[in-house]
């Protein structure tokens, strides 16, 4: 579906090397617009402090979460994971602006987040493309609002990132041609294109087969490292979450709330069949289960 070869050559130009020497193979120029979008920026602190939200729905009340505090450091890794309805995804939407607490605060380098920025960058469960767009035209929408490049150096700078995914073959394609996996690579493009300071994951690789969400961990790992962001990833998946993160928060439903947060200390790239990572796994996978039984206690 794609090579593997190029996808390490476009990661390997990312390292080692200042922002006026990111060429790939040649493609793109040394202008000082497009070195500018491509170099490496400082990635974000943010800081989750006693964070309350609950929805009204007629006479239905959901407390979606209460007093949440987590701190994430620059360039960190961050899972949430926790059983459905306990808020990770609403966590996720406050971080990135898309709504605001009831209570509480979140702060990205000590400031408020009152709004979508372009620091903030989220991908969604679902790929969310532009049907009546085209591949390349996907990853140009979010670089129409970037007011220093020209229109040649967005293009530039969006075939970068379609060759750092490793689709730099298909940016003609129409996105119905794509198969479900190429489309969250266009979709991570496309998040990644903006050049954020922090990515905000929603179950991207949920609806992904087994071979190629394997294939997107190591994937993401590398980019991660390679482009350094700050990176929240939700998921239900606690092998996914271990594969994944620094750092995994365990989440309780019924009001979400912060149960145990644990430091997954593994040399990467991580393979998720490896046996040291299925030990953190089944002492996470443990540690979900009984705050669950004892939620479930409490509502008995």
């Known amino acids: 579906m794609r090579s593997r070869s190029g996808f390490s050559l476009a990661l390997e130009s990312l390292r080692g090397k200042p922002p006026a020497a990111l060429k790939t193979s040649g493609s793109l120029s040394a202008s000082s617009g497009v070195a500018e979008e491509l170099r490496v920026v400082t990635p974000l602190k943010l800081s989750i402090v006693g964070v309350s939200k609950t929805f009204r729905d007629g006479v239905v009340v ?27 995804s609403t966590l996720l939407n406050m971080i990135a602006g898309l709504e605001a607490p009831d209570s509480g605060s979140i702060l990205a380098e000590g400031k408020p987040v009152r709004g979508p920025g372009r620091d903030r960058m989220m991908m969604f469960q679902e790929a969310a493309l532009f049907p009546w767009l085209n591949t390349l035209g ?27 995914v490793g689709l730099e073959r298909y940016e003609r394609s129409n996105i119905h041609e794509l198969s479900g996996g190429m489309k969250q690579r266009v979709a991570l493009a496309r998040s990644l294109a903006p ?25 993401i790992q590398t980019i991660w490292a390679a482009r350094k962001k700050t990176i929240i990833f939700v998921t239900h998946n606690v092998r996914e979450a271990v594969c994944l993160g620094d750092r995994v928060v365990l989440f309780s439903p019924n009001p979400g709330r912060v149960r145990e ?26 540690a979900l289960k009984a705050h669950r039984d004892g939620a479930r206690e409490v509502a008995e």
């Open 62 to 88: 959901t407390h979606a979460l209460d007093d949440v505090s987590i701190d994430v450091d620059e360039g960190e890794f961050v899972c949430l994971v926790g059983p459905s309805g306990c808020g990770k």
């Open 138 to 164: 996907n990853i140009l929408f979010g670089l129409k609002l970037k007011p220093n490049l020209t229109n040649a150096e967005r293009v530039e700078v969006a075939r970068f990132y379609l060759k750092l």
């Open 195 to 219: 050049n954020p300071r922090v990515l905000l994951m929603d179950e991207p690789f949920g609806a992904l087969d087994a071979m190629t969400r394997e294939q997107l961990y190591g994937d």
């Open 261 to 286: 947060q644990f430091k997954i200390d593994l040399p990467r790239p991580r393979d998720i069949n490896s046996a040291s990572l299925a030990k953190y796994a089944t002492e996470i996978t443990r």
